[in-house]
């Protein structure tokens, strides 16, 4: 083969080596583009949505588990609609997890609006019998929950994360009665 011929070769394998290359960093590129667009479509959501503890009621008492509705006041500081997909919920109570609850109801929260969400909630008897006295006696407990909001912007998928924490005055409850015991002798 002549010197000719090999400088060709090697000038063409050059250029089609550069090509794949570009080709490769052009696609690197619009991996990364798409990654960031939908990081900052997901920090837009979350920054723009609030979600708030409004009401809470129980619902059925059992000996192990407890029923809540708890009603949430979702709030829409975004300029264009914004679709709630549903929510995924944790309850604490003084710092110790004693419940949660899903729902799947869709709503659209129009711009600039709140939206209220009702989720039945599961409490765990368990893990707040040792407590209830407590809290009930101190007349103050604290709270925290922890919410996973699905949504929907601009056609995409979003998952927004909040934890909220506050504080419930409990003094308009009587308290706790001292436990009826029976004589021991007639």
Do not use: W
């Not at 679709?83 to 609850?101: D, F, Q, V």
């Amino acid at each position: 083969m002549s010197r000719l011929a090999i400088r060709i070769i090697l000038r063409n394998t050059h250029i089609a080596m550069n090509r794949k290359r570009r080709l490769s960093l052009m696609f690197l590129l619009s991996a990364t583009l798409v990654c960031l667009l939908g990081a900052c479509a997901t920090n837009r959501v979350e920054e723009n949505v609030d979600l708030r503890l409004v009401d809470l009621q129980l619902e059925g008492i059992t000996v192990l588990e407890t029923s809540a509705v708890f009603t949430f006041r979702i709030q829409n500081r975004l300029s264009e609609p914004l679709t709630i997909e549903g929510g995924a919920h944790k309850i604490y109570l003084n710092l110790r997890y004693i419940g949660s609850g899903v729902s799947n109801e869709t709503m659209t929260i129009p711009r600039l609006s709140e939206g209220i969400q009702t989720v039945r909630i599961r409490l765990s008897n368990l893990g707040m019998v040792k407590k209830v006295a407590d809290i009930i006696a101190s007349k103050r407990t604290t709270y925290r929950i922890e919410s996973i909001i699905y949504a929907k912007d601009q056609g995409q998928s979003v998952h927004v994360n909040i934890s909220r924490r506050g504080d419930l005055s409990l003094k308009g409850l009587p308290p706790p009665a001292a436990p009826h015991r029976a004589p021991l002798f007639k």
